[in-house]
C-alpha cells in the first residue's frame, strides 16, 4: 500500500507535525497507518511521547540490514501514548550517514526492511529530515509518493524548485515509481497578504500540485506535540484538528487519482 515521505529540506516547515496529525486523522477514521521516524533529531519519535532513546530504533535496523542480517522491521514498532504505531529513531542516527557511506546498496537499506510491512498497512509516512543526504534517499527510495510541506511564512518558490532537482535523479534512475503528491501550506494566516501571496505564487508555478486543503495556524497543534499526543486525541475541537481532518480527505482523492 503507498508509503509517503514527507520531505522538504527547510527545517520548520511543518513535516512532523504534518506526518502526526495527516496519520492521525486517517487512523480516526479507521485506516491502519505506520509512521517511521528518519530523522535523527527525533522530533516525530519525541512528539509521540517516546522520550526515552528507543533500543532498537530503525538506526540498528539499517546496520543489521547493512551487515546482510536480514532483520525483522516488525521487532521495533511501537505503540505510542495515543495509539499510533512508530517506528522510531534515536539520536546514533545521525552517525548513519558516515557509517554507512561504504556499503553495497545503501540507498536501498530501507527500502528492503520495509517491503514485507507493506501488505500490512494502508498508509505508511516516513518524516524525513530537513537535508536530502542517505537517509532522505533511503525514504525516497522506499517511496510512491512525496509531500511536501512549506510554512507559508516564506516565498518558498526557489526551495522547492531545489529540491525538485536535487531528487530528480532518483525519480529519473532510481525509483520510476516516485510521484510528486503535491504542496501542503502549514502555519497559514488568511488575513496576512503575505501569505496569500505565497499561495498564489506557488499555484502559479506548480499547477495543480498545490492541496487545497492549507493547514492553519494553530497553538494546539504544538501543545499536542509537548503532551506526547496528536491533535485528535489532544483537543479533537480545535482548527489543527478540523485542517487535518479536510488534508486527509483531500489527500485520499489525490492519492486514488494519482
Ligand atoms: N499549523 C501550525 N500551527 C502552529 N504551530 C505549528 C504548526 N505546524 C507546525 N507547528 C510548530 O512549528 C514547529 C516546526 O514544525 P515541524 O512540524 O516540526 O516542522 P519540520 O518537521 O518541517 O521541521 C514545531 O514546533 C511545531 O509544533
Ligand atoms: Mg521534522
Known amino acids: 500500500m503507498p508509503t509517503i515521505s514527507l520531505a522538504i529540506q527547510k527545517g520548520g516547515s511543518g513535516k512532523t507535525t504534518t506526518a502526526i496529525n495527516l496519520a492521525a486523522a486517517l487512523r ?85 526492511l520495509l517491503n514485507p510491512l507493506k501488505q500490512t498497512y494502508e498508509y505508511i509516512f516516513i518524516d ?12 525516497l527510495m522506499a517511496s510512491d509518493f512525496i509531500l511536501m510541506p512549506l510554512q507559508a511564512e516564506f516565498l518558498p518558490l526557489k526551495g522547492v524548485r531545489s529540491f525538485l532537482r536535487a531528487i530528480d535523479p532518483i525519480r529519473k534512475k532510481l525509483n520510476k515509481n516516485l510521484k510528486i503528491l503535491g504542496i501542503v501550506l502549514t502555519k497559514y494566516d488568511y488575513r496576512k497578504i503575505m501569505h496569500r501571496n505565497v499561495l498564489e505564487t506557488l499555484q502559479q508555478e506548480f499547477d495543480g500540485k498545490v492541496f487545497d486543503t492549507f493547514i492553519r495556524t494553530n497553538i494546539a497543534l504544538a501543545q499536542a506535540q ?14 489543527g484538528a478540523e485542517d487535518y481532518q479536510a488534508l486527509a480527505a483531500e489527500f485520499e482523492r489525490r492519492v486514488a487519482n494519482s
Open 28 to 112: 480516526q477514521q479507521g485506516k491502519r497507518v505506520l509512521l517511521v521516524d528518519m530523522d535523527p533529531q527525533s522530533n516525530l519519535t519525541q512528539a509521540l511521547g517516546v522520550l526515552e532513546e528507543p533500543e532498537p530504533s530503525i538506526y540498528h535496523l539499517l546496520h543489521e540490514e547493512a551487515e546482510g542480517k536480514d532483520p525483522d522491521l516488525k521487532r521495533i514498532i511501537m505503540e505510542t501514548k495515543s495509539g499510533l504505531e512508530l517506528i522510531p529513531a534515536s539520536l546514533e542516527l545521525a552517525n548513519a550517514e558516515v557509517e554507512l557511506v561504504n556499503v553495497y546498496g545503501r540507498e536501498q537499506l530501507f527500502q528492503e
Open 128 to 139: 524525513c529530515p530537513p537535508s536530502i543526504a542517505v537517509l532522505t534517499v533511503n525514504a
Open 226 to 239: 509537548e503532551n506526547g499526543l496528536d491533535i485528535f486525541s489532544y483537543r479533537k475541537r480545535s482548527n
